[in-house]
């Protein structure tokens, strides 16, 4: 049997540590055992410290440089199962019917915010193992920023301005992937990650952007890294 003390001490530290929303609960709790005696008040503000330090957010020093002021983290998942028959008329065999659950999407995101208005951004896509996005950005106004890295070619409002978690259907419209998507024949192909130095601008509801790239557009992670060879070697503008 433990003590009526420890068991009563031990009472209140599970009670008080159920988070900081029973603050007050917590602190009553306290004062009730400091009158019955259970507890002194020096134990009471004991209990009290070792419980704000546990309630307290954790803090991740990445060095001892002032010039980091916060880094945001964000990331995607998700889940998609698919059920397709296909009936193909006359004597051709259909294709073996398909119900499979497989990962869309999983992206993984990090913006390490620092003085002075500049920041950077590494958006990861684990499926298909490229960048989404990896940038140095400076922001000289709300007006006017600066970025070097590898982005997006603005082409399409669905596939430039808005998150893939944004879309009411599944995909992107018809008219958005054949200016966007890898040209097989079918499609454009315009909407390109690109890698170089952006300049971009906003006056009212009127955007511009202009951009110094490679010439080829690049969609792993071995092409991000690449320096190039005598048959891409150039500036696209």
């Known amino acids: 049997m433990l003590p ?7 009472a ?12 007050q609960d917590n602190s009553a709790l306290l004062n009730i055992l400091v009158r019955k005696g259970i507890l002194t ?17 954790a803090l991740a020093s990445t060095s001892k440089s002032p010039n980091l002021s916060k880094i945001n983290l964000s990331g995607r998942v998700q889940a998609q199962y698919v059920g397709l028959d296909t009936d193909i008329d006359g004597s051709t065999s ?6 499979h659950a497989f990962l869309r999407r999983v992206r993984i995101g990090m913006k390490p915010i620092f003085s002075n208005e500049w920041s950077a ?8 193992s490229f960048f989404d996005a990896a940038y140095l950005e400076k922001i000289f106004s709300p ?9 997006k070619a603005p082409i399409g409002y669905e596939e430039y301005f808005l998150s893939s978690g944004a879309l009411k ?13 890898s040209n097989n024949g079918r499609r454009l192909g315009a909407g390109k990650y690109r890698q170089g130095v952006w300049l971009s601008g906003r006056q009212g509801d009127f955007t511009w952007e202009t951009a110094v790239t ?24």
């Open 4 to 10: 009526i003390k420890t068991t009563m001490l031990a």
């Open 12 to 23: 209140a530290l599970f009670v008080a540590g159920a988070g900081p929303m029973f603050a």
């Open 41 to 57: 008040e020096q134990e009471a503000e004991d209990v009290r410290a070792d419980l704000a330090k546990e309630n307290s957010a």
């Open 94 to 99: 259909n294709p073996a019917t398909v119900r």
């Open 121 to 128: 951004y590494i958006n990861y896509d684990l499926t298909g």
């Open 143 to 151: 007006a006017l920023t600066l970025q070097a890295g590898l982005k």
């Open 169 to 181: 259907a599944i995909e992107r419209s018809v008219v958005t992937r054949y200016f966007v998507e």
């Open 214 to 237: 490679n010439l080829e557009g690049t969609y792993t992670g071995a092409d991000s890294v690449s320096t190039g060879s005598a048959a891409n070697n150039g500036l696209a503008y």
